[in-house]
């Protein structure tokens, strides 16, 4: 097994947190990435509270925590995600940038995908790091099932899409960490146009039965 150095940015937010726990969870050195490097600090204290050991997780700001990794992933809200990549242009170029954006609003009706005028927020990215190695994943991972739950989500599926298939390579082997087997190749970038709204299909699936759901693809072999 191949154990990068993975920076999670907006790692103080509820998806980042629990990707970055279950990275430094599977012995990948994770360092926590944050507007404010104090409180990646923290966040990085209370993942390494809860595997009972520091030695794989640290936190700073977004920047530098960019500088020293193989791979990064983008867990930050949509909101603020154009300027965010686009402020660390120069740190992204020739890294692994796993998006696992999701552009959603939220009406009285529940949620909805935003119309995003790039494609998807992962195409987006791309546009504004060219020099990145961009695919997108882990869009339909339960916040909660992260965090709060120490097995593996063997249950359900991450998909994989990306134009580069050595990048691609590398996010799909990093889903083992998660769910305990490699992602699934989903295809193109231009298909996180169709991943990223679908996980407001999930929640509001999620408020209808009070469930976490997730993704799972039948028809697959495991072995």
Same mark, same amino acid.
Not at 34 to 39: F, G, L, P, T, V
Not at 83 to 93: I, P, T, W
Not at 135 to 164: I, R
């Given at each position: 097994?191949?154990?990068?150095?993975?920076?999670?940015?907006?790692?103080?937010?509820?998806?980042?947190?629990?990707?970055?726990?279950?990275?430094?969870?599977?012995?990948?050195?994770?360092?926590?990435?944050?507007?404010?490097?104090?409180?990646?600090?923290?966040?990085?204290?209370?993942?390494?509270?809860?595997?009972?050991?520091?030695?794989?997780?640290?936190?700073?700001?977004?920047?530098?925590?960019?500088?020293?990794?193989?791979?990064?992933?983008?867990?930050?809200?949509?909101?603020?995600?154009?300027?965010?990549?686009?402020?660390?242009?120069?740190?992204?170029?020739?890294?692994?940038?796993?998006?696992?954006?999701?552009?959603?609003?939220?009406?009285?009706?529940?949620?909805?995908?935003?119309?995003?005028?790039?494609?998807?927020?992962?195409?987006?990215?791309?546009?504004?790091?060219?020099?990145?190695?961009?695919?997108?994943?882990?869009?339909?991972?339960?916040?909660?099932?992260?965090?709060?739950?120490?097995?593996?989500?063997?249950?359900?599926?991450?998909?994989?899409?990306?134009?580069?298939?050595?990048?691609? *390579?590398?996010?799909?082997?990093?889903? *083992?960490?998660?769910?305990?087997?490699?992602?699934?190749?989903?295809?193109?970038? *231009?298909?996180?146009?169709?991943?990223?709204?679908?996980?407001?299909?999930?929640?509001?699936?999620?408020?209808?039965?009070?469930?976490?759901?997730?993704?799972?693809?039948?028809?697959?072999?495991?072995?």
């Amino acid at each position: 097994m191949t154990y990068y150095k993975i920076a999670v940015l907006g790692g103080t937010g509820p998806q980042g947190r629990g990707l970055a726990y279950r990275f430094a969870q599977a012995g990948h050195t994770v360092t926590v990435g944050s507007r404010r490097a104090e409180r990646a600090e923290s966040t990085a204290n209370e993942i390494a509270e809860r595997l009972g050991s520091a030695p794989f997780v640290s936190g700073t700001d977004n920047a530098t925590a960019v500088s020293g990794a193989d791979v990064v992933i983008l867990a930050v809200p949509y909101e603020g995600h154009g300027e965010l990549v686009a402020s660390l242009n120069d740190e992204l170029d020739d890294k692994v940038v796993v998006s696992c954006v999701n552009p959603l609003g939220f009406d009285k009706r529940g949620a909805y995908g935003l119309d995003v005028a790039h494609g998807s927020a992962a195409e987006e990215a791309a546009r504004l790091a060219p020099g990145a190695r961009i695919v997108g994943a882990f869009h339909h991972l339960s916040a909660v099932n992260l965090w709060k739950t120490d097995a593996l989500l063997d249950h359900e599926d991450v998909l994989v899409c990306g134009d580069d298939a050595d990048t691609k *390579r590398v996010a799909i082997t990093l889903c *083992r960490a998660i769910v305990g087997r490699d992602g699934i190749d989903a295809g193109p970038l *231009r298909l996180a146009r169709q991943l990223e709204p679908l996980t407001a299909v999930l929640i509001n699936i999620n408020k209808t039965y009070k469930v976490k759901s997730g993704i799972r693809i039948s028809g697959m072999s495991y072995e």
